[in-house]
C-alpha cells in the first residue's frame, strides 16, 4: 500500500485557504430584505433560532443591519420563533 | 370643522393576525373595519392579501394557529396611530405589525404583487 509520503499530490492541497466571503446582498443587488417570508430569513439564523454572526453570514454591516431587523419583525409576527431547538 | 385635505400620505403596509375562531363573516366584518377606516380618513386601500390560517412558531394567547391578513394602503401619517389604537382595542386581533414603506420597500411590494397576481391569472387562463 501506498505509505503516507509516497502520496503524491497534482497540485497542492488548499487546507489553510479561505473561501472569500462577499455580502450577498451586495453581489445580488438586493435592496430590500422582506420580513415577511420567513425560508428567506432562515439561512441568517442558526439552529436554535438565533441570528447569526456577520463573521459567519459574511454580510456588509449595513444590510447585517436590515436582516436583524427583519428577522426581529418576523419574530413578532410569530414567523420565525424566539427561541427552539432544531429549527432547520 | 376645517376640512384638512391633506395631499402628503406615506405608504404603509400592515400585516395582523386574527384567532382562528372567528367564522367567515365577523372575519370580513373585522377587516372592513379597518378598510372602512383607512378610506373614511381620506386613506387608499391599495390592496389586501390574506395568507389563510397558518401555524405560528409559538403560541400567542395560548393559541397555536392564526389568520394572517396584509393590508398595503395610503394614510395621512398622523392618522396611523389611530389607526393602530384600533388594533389595540379590537379583541379578535392577537397581533399587528404596521411599517413605513420607503421606495425600496415600495418597488419590492409592487414586484411581489405583480409576481403574486401574475401567477393567480396563469391559473385562470
Not at chain 1, 69 to 77: D, E, Y
Not at chain 2, 8 to 37: A, C, G, H, Q
Request: glycine share 4%.
Amino acid at each position: 500500500m501506498a505509505t503516507q509520503d509516497e502520496i503524491k499530490f497534482l497540485n497542492a492541497p488548499k487546507l489553510g485557504e479561505q473561501k472569500k466571503k462577499y455580502c450577498r446582498f451586495k453581489k445580488m443587488g438586493i435592496k430590500y430584505i422582506d420580513y415577511k417570508d420567513p425560508d428567506f430569513l432562515l439561512r441568517f439564523v442558526n439552529e436554535q433560532g438565533k441570528l447569526l454572526p456577520r463573521r459567519i453570514t459574511g454580510n456588509s454591516l449595513k444590510y447585517q443591519r436590515k436582516v436583524s431587523q427583519a428577522v426581529k419583525k418576523a419574530r413578532h409576527l410569530a414567523l420565525l420563533p424566539y427561541v427552539t431547538d432544531l429549527l432547520k | 370643522m376645517h376640512l384638512k385635505i391633506n395631499l402628503f400620505m406615506n405608504n404603509y403596509e400592515t400585516v395582523f393576525i386574527t384567532t382562528p375562531v372567528l367564522s367567515k363573516d365577523e372575519y370580513t366584518r373585522t377587516v372592513k373595519k379597518y378598510t372602512d377606516f383607512i378610506e373614511k380618513n381620506g386613506g387608499e386601500v391599495i390592496s389586501k392579501e390574506d395568507w389563510g390560517l397558518k401555524q405560528l412558531a409559538y403560541p400567542i394567547q395560548k393559541k397555536t394557529t392564526g389568520y394572517y391578513t396584509l393590508l398595503d394602503f395610503k394614510l395621512d401619517p398622523l392618522l396611523v396611530k389611530k389607526f393602530e389604537i384600533e388594533f389595540r382595542r379590537d379583541e379578535n386581533v392577537m397581533r399587528f405589525l404596521t411599517t413605513k414603506l420607503d421606495k425600496h420597500a415600495l418597488a419590492y411590494s409592487v414586484q411581489r404583487r405583480e409576481k403574486l397576481n401574475g401567477k393567480t391569472q396563469k391559473t385562470e387562463a
